[in-house]
């Protein structure tokens, strides 16, 4: 089969370039583009999106066909690359719960059960695996994952086709989500901090006035059960504080 470019023009180019962009932002999207996810799966949902809103964009896109195979070649590598783009920003903000969660489990001694998360391609927490699952049901429960298709036409606003890719400004957005995501994962996990800091100098005291005495085994199973308690106390404000800046954060690619 031969396609010629004088074909890709008007609403069959906006669909091409189209999914190019969100097909790219869908394969890295929050929870859809774990790799727990079958590819497709993704790849209907990046192509129901795309029938969706492809013709809200077609403004955005050249109406006339490209005048070279080279000139679609590098609308579509600009379309994936702004994507992706996206789709690390959504990413970066879902790592929130993965610093909070790996901060949390080492202070109320669940550390040892690190184990290989494929989703991020590295080592997890079964705490950080719990926020973030956690997480991702309470934003398809609050209708937050309509910012992610907010985003994909608040982009088109940001950076339009054709257009030459706003390196410095992405550049101090990721930066800012790393920075902010960081200091909330620290923020959120705070509290475990001050208790975990406080039972092992409580226990060291212990230890000290009675070395008889096993600290280990007594200090153990004492610190997850409060640490399980305190986190059945502050799960609730944990997940409020995360879905705030959610939201917050996806609001910056809405144009």
Do not use: C, W
């Amino acid at each position: 089969m031969t396609i010629h470019l004088a074909n890709l023009s008007g609403v069959i180019l906006a669909y091409l370039l189209g999914f190019s962009r969100i097909g790219a932002m869908v394969m890295l999207l929050p929870a859809i583009g774990d790799a727990a996810v079958p590819p497709m799966i993704r790849l209907v949902l990046a192509l129901a999106i795309t029938f969706a809103i492809a013709p809200i964009l077609r403004h955005f896109y050249p109406a006339a066909p490209p005048a070279s195979v080279m000139a679609l070649a590098l609308l579509i590598i600009k379309e994936v690359t702004i994507g992706l783009l996206i789709g690390v920003m959504a990413k970066i903000i879902m790592s929130t719960l993965q610093v909070a969660g790996s901060l949390i489990a080492s202070q109320i001694g669940l550390s040892y059960s690190e184990t290989l998360d494929p989703a991020f391609g590295g080592q997890d927490t079964s705490i950080g695996n719990f926020l973030g699952l956690l997480g991702t049901v309470l934003i398809f429960a609050t209708n937050l994952h309509h910012l992610a298709i907010s985003a994909i036409i608040g982009s088109y606003h940001i950076m339009p086709p054709g257009a030459s890719l706003p390196a410095a400004d992405m550049a101090r957005l990721a930066i800012r989500l790393v920075t902010g995501s960081f200091a909330l994962g620290l923020q959120l996990a705070a509290p475990f901090i001050v208790f975990g800091f406080a039972v092992n100098v409580g226990f060291g005291f212990l230890a000290k006035m009675m070395p008889q005495l096993q600290v280990f085994f007594i200090a153990m199973p004492l610190n997850l059960l409060a640490g399980f308690f305190l986190m059945i106390l502050l799960l609730g404000t944990m997940m409020t504080a995360f879905l705030s800046f959610f939201g917050t954060q996806m609001a910056h690619f809405m144009g």
